[in-house]
């Protein structure tokens, strides 16, 4: 076939994915507002529009000056006849390199009979550039029209004459001096999209429009509102003027912490017996047991292509009895220990031979699935502790990893994990060393702030931080960290004032895949949990969490 899951298995399908990148990136790198044209909508939804005397192809409310063809093999028959109507009503059509030599996937010169007639430019950014620009109206200019490679753009005109004009940096590098032309008039605003708040622009005006520069930091968005039925110049004064702060220190740990949630160890192997000769002394991936057993029972194997439990109409069968043996070590005896686990109500639970009451209903804990079920304290002790649950296996039986909860730290020995004291301090660095391995909560560092930032504004970056994102707080006030650059600045402080940043972590090191190598793969499907050979590894293979480098703080 010409493709193999998410990948081309085609020279020829590559080249055509290569000249598509190629155009979108000619675009979009000239910050040239455009969309993409999908050839079933422009058939169904799409018509020729003339409005004071200019055509527009119109699509749904969108009206466009311009269509681009390039890079393309085969064309539709109605898309071409939508083209030739453009055309003849006076629209911009521009073919870039070789019209297509298909039309509904058969061999045509209909398209480069038509592009004949029209004309077409070169394939390269210059020639579509110009023809671009001589059949639209692209009312931005950045960089007095050169453009600026890793910059987005989106401009919108509402009804009553405003302009909405974003743009990205979609680079993980500045881009700073960027000079705005537009093509307006009016009051300009900067909208801060993270905070939520507005803020006038300061511009220059002429009768050509309004200029601006404007500077972005890695991966930073600037969002402007230029109301047209506003005109009064605004003051200089008037607008955000950036703090400058001109001293930096790092914050370095030990820090003070928090968590939001109970930390977790996490059990995915264990010993099992199965009715029948299935069986293992030795401990397995849970997730093996579940293959060894279908595969004996001659039942079909858990899987993303299965039919999923709550689609299935007919009663699952029933199987033989079934025990599992986890065990775990035991440094420091928690105050309490709590098990989560999926279908509690379908086993029966055993703590170093002690029976397990199962409550009249149980929590749930992150996923309704998981259940919480409170362990015997007077079960637990030092040392090794073995955990036994034993069912009738189903078909619908879920085997999957179960986890212990609470106040106790997760500390790596050569032999497997084990429970210990929580850390009294975490260090800058990850978290999985320092008695949190499986947490996958918020964790808030606190740290005194020193007497030279008392009634001082200060910013404080985070140059690296492992989780989903941060939040820095201080003196209630409160910044949230979703993007770069992971700045916060802060208001003058109280006299001896305490910083916390909040880290909200994933669930990955919680969920898993553990296993599975490389760990940092593309995407993560069923079969990233079932890997084998040099794919898998009896290893967990975990994600760094936390803070990773000191916080710098400048004031």
Not at 2 to 20: H, I, Q, R, T, Y
Not at 97 to 106: E, K, T
Not at 445 to 463: G, I, M, N, V, W
Request: charged share 20%; hydrophobic share 40%; net charge negative.
């Amino acid at each position: 076939g010409w493709a193999s899951w998410l990948g081309s298995n085609s020279a020829v399908v590559d080249e055509l994915e290569a000249k598509f990148a190629t155009l979108y990136h000619w675009l979009l790198d000239a910050q040239v507002d455009f969309d993409y044209g999908d050839e079933e909508q422009m058939d169904r939804l799409g018509s020729v529009e003339v409005i004071d005397d200019e055509p527009f192809f119109k699509l749904g409310q969108m009206h466009y000056r311009c269509v681009v063809v390039g890079g393309v093999d085969t064309l539709r028959s109605s898309t071409l006849d939508a083209l030739r109507r453009f055309s003849r009503a006076g629209g911009s059509v521009v073919f870039a390199g070789s019209a297509p030599h298909y039309i509904d996937a058969l061999p045509s010169d209909a398209a480069t009979a038509f592009a004949s007639e029209i004309g077409t430019v070169g394939w390269n950014q210059a020639s579509v550039l110009r023809a671009v620009s001589h059949g639209s109206r692209q009312i931005l200019r950045i960089n007095d029209g050169d453009g600026a490679e890793g910059l987005i753009s989106q401009v919108r005109r509402l009804e009553n004459g405003d302009v909405f004009v974003a743009l990205v940096n979609r680079l993980e590098v500045p881009i700073c001096d960027v000079r705005i032309h537009l093509e307006a008039l009016g009051h300009v605003e900067c909208l801060n999209c993270r905070e939520g708040s507005i803020a006038p622009l300061a511009v220059q005006s002429s009768s050509e429009g309004l200029n601006w520069t404007v500077d972005f930091k890695p991966l930073q968005e600037h969002l402007f509102r230029i109301r047209a039925n506003q005109l009064e110049a605004i003051s200089p004064l008037s607008a955000a003027t950036p703090r400058k702060f001109e001293q930096t220190f790092a914050l370095e740990g030990p820090f003070d912490y928090d968590l939001s949630e109970a930390n977790v160890l996490v059990l995915d192997r264990a010993s099992f017996h199965c009715e029948g000769g299935c069986a293992s002394g030795q401990p397995l991936d849970i997730l093996q047991i579940d293959d060894q057993i279908r595969r004996h029972l001659g039942w079909s194997p858990r899987s993303g292509t299965m039919v999923q439990p709550w689609c299935r109409k007919e009663a699952p069968d029933v199987g033989p009895r079934l025990c599992l043996n986890f065990t775990f070590q035991i440094e420091t005896l928690p105050s309490a220990l709590t098990l989560v686990m999926e279908q509690p109500e379908r086993w029966s639970l055993r703590l170093n031979g002690i029976e397990v009451a199962m409550p009249a209903e149980t929590t749930w804990m992150i996923d309704i699935a998981l259940r919480e079920l409170p362990l015997p304290k007077d079960a637990l002790r030092v040392g090794t502790n073995e955990l036994s649950l034993s069912t009738r296996f189903q078909e619908d039986t879920d085997l999957e990893a179960i986890y212990l909860m609470g106040e106790f730290g997760v500390y790596g020995r050569s032999d497997g994990f084990v429970l210990g004291k929580l850390p009294d301090k975490l260090e800058i660095g990850t978290v999985t060393d320092q008695g949190l391995p499986f947490y996958s909560g918020e964790i808030a560092y606190h740290k005194a702030l020193p007497r030279t930032l008392d009634s001082q504004s200060f910013s404080c970056e985070l140059p690296e931080f492992a989780g989903a994102c941060a939040r820095v707080e201080a003196d209630s006030q409160s910044a949230l960290l979703a993007f770069a650059p992971y700045t916060a600045e802060l208001n003058a402080l109280q006299p001896e004032a305490t910083l916390s940043i909040r880290v909200i972590l994933t669930r990955q090191n919680l969920m898993g895949p553990f296993h599975r190598v490389p760990k940092d793969e593309i995407m993560t499907g069923p079969a990233s949990f079932r890997t084998s050979g040099l794919a898998y590894s009896t290893g967990y293979e975990l994600f760094s969490g936390g803070l990773m480098q000191p916080p710098l703080i400048r004031f």
